[in-house]
């Protein structure tokens, strides 16, 4: 699987914004991979988010992830589920999705990011990278346990945790595909603003440094 952005755009109701509208803004700033997040959400308000978020994704060629629900991705059309430690496990999801759907997985180790690829995830989220963040996450991984994940595997990583728009570069440099940056963005004063700097940011990055 080929991440089609190094921006993971997260949907989420942190900044008090409506998933819908926050989706509409982060596409139009150019994210292509996105992840509708409601964790306190009901099962019928977050089905309705996700078919109403699926095919604004489809029309800009963008992927859109459920967070914890693979029932609600699949009946919302979307490309793929996001899964927790414990949340379903990979085996019986994958059953229930199919070969087509996009699974990533959560992984906090080397050795959790190891049995997701063993177990045909097709991407690992890793972190938390950084302390603070949306969690107010007290420790951070860090970039040199990203760097033993990225030894490790092959799956495309998305770092999360604590990340900002000023640490998107060092994050990339250790071997994450993709930033998945939640607070610098929901809380931002101007949204569209923040989401077009880091994609901007990204783009610069990658044309220092192409990959090979």
């Given at each position: 699987?080929?991440?089609?952005?190094?921006?993971y755009a997260?949907?989420?109701?942190?900044?008090?914004?409506?998933?819908?509208?926050?989706?509409?803004?982060?596409?139009?700033?150019?994210?292509?991979?996105?992840?509708?997040?409601?964790k306190?959400a009901?099962?019928?308000d977050?089905l309705?988010?996700?078919?109403a978020?699926?095919?604004?994704?489809r029309e800009?060629?963008?992927i859109?992830?459920?967070?914890?629900?693979?029932?609600?991705?699949?009946?919302?059309?979307?490309?793929?589920?996001?899964?927790?430690?414990?949340?379903?496990?990979l085996?019986?999801?994958?059953?229930?999705v199919?070969?087509?759907?996009?699974?990533?997985?959560?992984?906090?180790?080397?050795?959790?990011?190891?049995?997701a690829?063993?177990?045909?995830a097709?991407y690992?989220?890793?972190?938390?990278?950084y302390?603070?963040?949306?969690?107010?996450?007290?420790?951070?991984?860090?970039?040199?346990?990203?760097?033993?994940?990225?030894?490790?595997?092959r799956?495309?990583?998305?770092?999360?945790?604590?990340?900002?728009?000023?640490?998107?570069?060092?994050?990339?440099?250790?071997?994450?595909?993709?930033?998945?940056?939640?607070?610098?963005?929901?809380?931002?004063?101007?949204?569209?603003?923040?989401?077009?700097d880091?994609?901007?940011?990204?783009?610069?990055i990658?044309?220092?440094?192409p990959?090979?």
């Amino acid at each position: 699987m080929k991440l089609r952005s190094h921006f993971y755009a997260m949907v989420d109701p942190a900044g008090g914004h409506e998933p819908v509208a926050l989706a509409r803004i982060l596409l139009d700033a150019g994210a292509r991979v996105m992840q509708l997040r409601l964790k306190s959400a009901s099962s019928r308000d977050l089905l309705a988010a996700a078919r109403a978020i699926a095919p604004m994704c489809r029309e800009r060629g963008a992927i859109l992830i459920v967070d914890d629900r693979a029932d609600i991705a699949m009946l919302a059309g979307a490309d793929g589920v996001h899964l927790g430690q414990e949340d379903l496990p990979l085996e019986p999801a994958r059953l229930l999705v199919g070969r087509d759907m996009i699974i990533g997985i959560s992984t906090h180790s080397v050795e959790q990011a190891v049995a997701a690829e063993r177990g045909g995830a097709d991407y690992i989220g890793f972190g938390p990278l950084y302390p603070g963040g949306l969690r107010n996450n007290v420790a951070g991984k860090g970039l040199a346990m990203l760097r033993e994940v990225r030894a490790a595997v092959r799956i495309p990583i998305v770092a999360i945790g604590g990340i900002t728009e000023a640490t998107v570069p060092e994050a990339l440099a250790a071997g994450a595909e993709a930033c998945a940056i939640i607070t610098d963005v929901v809380r931002a004063g101007d949204i569209p603003a923040c989401a077009d700097d880091i994609t901007a940011k990204v783009h610069a990055i990658l044309a220092l440094n192409p990959s090979p």
